[in-house]
């Protein structure tokens, strides 16, 4: 029901600096709105589907539909599009039956969104509250495997959600659907030792690594996927792997920057893409146009070298 705007922008223009600026501003006045950057050259798809030529170019969407557009560096045209659609966004307090019986489904399913679901204003990495920052950290430390939604996003939830849980402030944090509470208690939980038994862990990165490196025998880390590549080295590693005929699984490095630098540095090999067989790094572009020149490729994906 909030209005989300999408900022399409690209890092080496300048005009696009300056519009971040206005849009962080805007983001403070307007705190029901949602406000995303997103590089236009890096999701190719996305910019084809919406016709985005040139940047900045921003997008404003309600319930998942386009209406409006502004292309251009237009810091008070941006403004008078973001007041104006806010406030005809704006929710009205629910005044029959039907309407808070619709919240209170639409509660239940983010509280159950994640076995661990926090709560709170802003997100894990940009909290907005002092209380909030603690909570994140206090269960970053303790490795607890965490989903969050930020209050500040929608005025609905933010409201409900203190009536829905009979708890008036946030941050709340929530295991399997039930409200554990707040940062006093979960301080408290923390101090007796308990905390780790309720909240599930996180997976360890050096285990989720091992783990999709291993999900199939032939894995391939790039920018992109298979059907569309995002980097001319990606796209000449797929070409001569596809020559080879052997089945292969992708992972799209730009979609996760934990898995992105994590595995530099796991496997001792600063760029992408990187090539696995059987578990075992092969190695980059380069290696592998070598291995093919001398013949060796097509045994290693099979796994006969």
Known sequence: RSLVVVHFWAPWAPQCAQMNEVMAALAKEHTQVTFVKLEAEAVPEVSEKYGISSVPTFLFFKNSQKVDRLDGAHAPELTKKVQRHASSSSVSAASNDSAKEDLNVRLNKLINAAPCMLFMKGSPKEPRCGFSKQMVEILNKHGIAFSSFDIFSDEEVRQGLKIYSNWPTYPQLYVAGELIGGLDIVKELEASGELDSICPKAQKLEDRLKMLIN??????????????????????????????????????????????QGLKTYSNWPTYPQLYVKGELVGGLDIVKELKESGELLPILKGEN
């Open 215 to 260: 999900k199939a025998p032939v894995m391939l880390f790039m920018k992109g996927s298979k059907q569309v590549a995002k980097c001319g080295f990606s796209k000449q590693i797929i070409e001569i792997i596809n020559n080879t005929g052997v089945d292969y699984e992708t992972f799209d490095i730009l979609e996760d920057e934990e898995v992105r």
